[in-house]
């Protein structure tokens, strides 16, 4: 188990205050967070490339805050991959293991099948700069993982790859995590860390703001950062009232637009008001649901998004909504279309200020 | 901006002169040296002997002196501590004092009264009049070319790549070994050229200290004060010519394009 306590930096601009994290053997940790947070300072103190002024760093009991780079079994992959560029590839991944007194022969055995094993065995006598950034990605990930360390750091690693390689890498990273390796994998990608970590843990300014699993920090963001980090597009501001006529119903008055039920026993609050746009139904008229929540709106614009499509409704305020193309056919959601919007209390979340 | 004729040819003529200003007084002196002359000259022993000793003097300064200088190097390139300034000027004050006065500064420390003249002298190495006080000589005026351009190599190398390879579980000398000194390697080549072509060429320094094993320049010297510049010209057409080679060898050497640059 790693076990970060209480991680503080200070620079002249910037601040990493606090951090404390628990990450189990095994776990798949994503460090999300946007450019400048401070997601790679945390993955540098963690590999001993920084200082923290404060804190400590635990390593299945050992303190290792102040260990010497070379001897904390933590591998930290950069986002720019340093490959060193006068080895070959067989000689970049060899590198860790030159100094175990381990034979020459084994020593390009082992490296030899970490390289078939990442998919790159056809390349071993290339020179980093001839081969693409799928290929650098996968040396580097050997190399790595021949100084066999009990945590596995990556830095951005998807962030240059084009669509194609995303998802080969994705599996590959899948894999190395199969065989039982703790990965910490800094990213601001929240679907990139949703779809590969069974942990995350979202840093703002240098604070970690929420941690949990995936669909918690999806489901239950604890801010608005969050929530928007974690791709949340129908998020507005409001204040709130309790319903006259439902005790249990809250009514979310969005400034200079609508007012939105949901379920809570809330008032005299401000904060902000979520409506995940899966939940939303769209229809030509206004039909009588389940759903308390009815606008009605013009379509403003409609665009695909991934297999299906996503049109913007302006509301009162703009709501995004998912359909599919099929959906989008039938009823003819076009720009400039008179739509009605329907979604239950209970799809709407509030977070508080 | 060169695109603009006016500035080009401005530009070219400018730089025209400059190279002319280099090349004139050499091929000058080629050109009025006779052929016959040569093969005379190439068959002189006293200045093959002297040549012998010049490349082999100012190949120990490198040596030895150079051993010492790349670590320098990699701490001014690497470190920051107070006071760095001052010793980056220190490392290039040979370059700015008189050479003479070098030589004079450095008789004061290895003369045979002094500390380390006395000990050279118990181990059998005379330092004045003797070819060990001709390498410090050299290696005293030519090594600031050896640790500035080192210096500048290890700082061109990324220092991630340095942290890198600790993070691979690398020791402080592994690293740099395996990372820093082969990718700085075409600047300490291109230094250690310098340093030797440098040492190669050094009279003032050198006369103080050794007048007698004579070096070429001395040789020349000696020639041009004794018998003129007619009886001393083949003597320098062939050690430039001698030099112009190595150094155009070890110039193509350290400037073939490597992985690391």
Sequence with gaps: MLYIDNISVRFQSFALEGISLEIQQGDYLALLGVSGAGKTILLEILAGLQKPDSGRILLEGRDITNEKIQKRGIGLVYQDLSLFPHLRVIDNIAYPLRRKGIHIREIRETASGLASRMGVGHLLTRFPETLSGGEAQRVALARTLASEPEILLLDEPLSKLDVKLKSELRALLAQIHKSGKTIIHVTHDFMEAATLANRVAVIENGRLVQHGTPDEVLRHPQNEFVARFSGIKNIFPCSVSRSADDPGLCIAKVSEGPSIFFLGERENLKGYVMVPQEDIIVSEHSVETSAVNRLNGVIKEAYLSGYGMEIVVDAGVEFVVSVSKSSREKLRLEPGKKVWLGFKASAVRFIDN | ?261
């Excluded at chain 2, 093969?39 to 200045?47: A, I, M, N, P, W």
């Excluded at chain 2, 700015?96 to 059998?124: K, N, W, Y």
């Design chain 2, 1 to 261: 901006m060169l695109r603009n004729w006016k500035t080009g040819l401005v530009f070219m003529f400018l730089s025209g002169l400059i190279l002319l200003f280099v090349i004139a007084p050499l091929a000058g002196m080629f050109l009025q040296t006779p052929l016959a002359q040569y093969s005379e000259t190439v068959s002189d022993q006293e200045l093959m002997r002297s040549i012998r000793l010049t490349l082999l003097c100012s190949l120990a300064g490198v040596l030895t002196f150079g051993i010492a200088a790349i670590p320098l190097s990699y701490v001014l390139a690497r470190k920051e501590f107070p006071g760095k300034g001052i010793i980056n000027g220190i490392v290039d004050l040979p370059v700015v004092i008189p050479h003479s006065a070098a030589g004079i500064a450095i008789l004061g420390i290895v003369s045979r009264g002094t500390i380390i003249g006395r000990a050279g002298e118990a181990a059998g190495i005379s330092f004045v009049g003797g070819v060990a006080g001709i390498v410090v000589a050299m290696a005293f005026v030519s090594i600031p070319f050896l640790v500035n351009a080192a210096r500048d190599g290890f700082a061109s190398v990324p220092e991630k790549l340095e942290k890198a390879a600790l993070n691979l579980g690398a020791s402080p000398w592994m690293v740099f070994f395996t990372i820093s000194l082969p990718l700085a390697r075409r600047q300490i080549l291109t230094g250690l050229t310098m340093m030797w072509a440098r040492g190669l060429s050094e009279f003032g320094a050198v006369v103080i200290i050794a007048y007698h094993p004579m070096v070429t320049p001395v040789l020349i010297w000696e020639r041009f004060a004794s018998f003129g510049l007619s009886y001393a010209r083949p003597a320098a057409a062939v050690f430039v010519a001698v030099c112009l080679l190595i150094f155009i060898t070890m110039r193509l050497l350290a400037g073939r394009p490597s992985r690391s640059n």
